[in-house]
């Protein structure tokens, strides 16, 4: 289930409050922007700005299509519902659920989906029925369920 990971990695970011990965997801797949066009608008450089395209393809196996629907369903109600859970402090990241203290935005990462991966799952599940109901309300189709 390709989207269902784009999903995850999705909720993933936003947890560990990296939104602005998010949003450059969001104007290369939904808004058409080019990597050299995002790397201009955020000041970084266009590989960086490949390197986290990449990483969605990868979870999305590639399926340009079903990447670009799980971002137009799914990203919206995500950035608007799924609060972050690390806390930096002070250059230290601690994760807000069991207290952990980690140390690199890798390690919380990794963190979360070791230790939290109940939370991830059910968030996945809601965000997946929200945007339903989201789409249902529209009149459209149900969102991608592949
Ligand atoms: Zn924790």
Redesign the pocket.
């Known amino acids: 289930m390709s989207v269902k990971e784009v999903l995850g990695y999705f909720i993933l970011k936003a947890l560990v409050g990296d939104v602005t990965v998010l949003n450059i997801i969001d104007d290369y797949f939904n808004l058409g922007m080019s990597p050299s066009e995002i790397a201009r608008a955020y000041g970084i450089s266009k590989y960086t700005v490949r390197g986290f395209i990449e990483r969605v393809l990868v979870k999305g196996r590639y399926r340009y299509r079903s990447i670009e629907e799980a971002v137009r369903a799914y990203l919206p109600v995500v950035l608007g519902s799924v609060k972050p859970v690390i806390k930096f402090e002070g250059g230290l990241a601690r994760?807000a659920?069991?207290g952990?203290r980690l140390d690199s935005v890798a390690a919380a990462n990794s963190?979360i989906v070791r230790?939290?991966g109940d939370l991830l799952n059910k968030l996945i599940k809601e965000v997946m029925a929200r945007a339903g109901r989201k789409a249902r309300e529209r009149g459209v189709q149900e969102a991608p369920a592949t």
Do not use: T
Request: hydrophobic fraction near 30%.
């Open positions: 994760c659920i069991c952990k963190h230790a939290h």
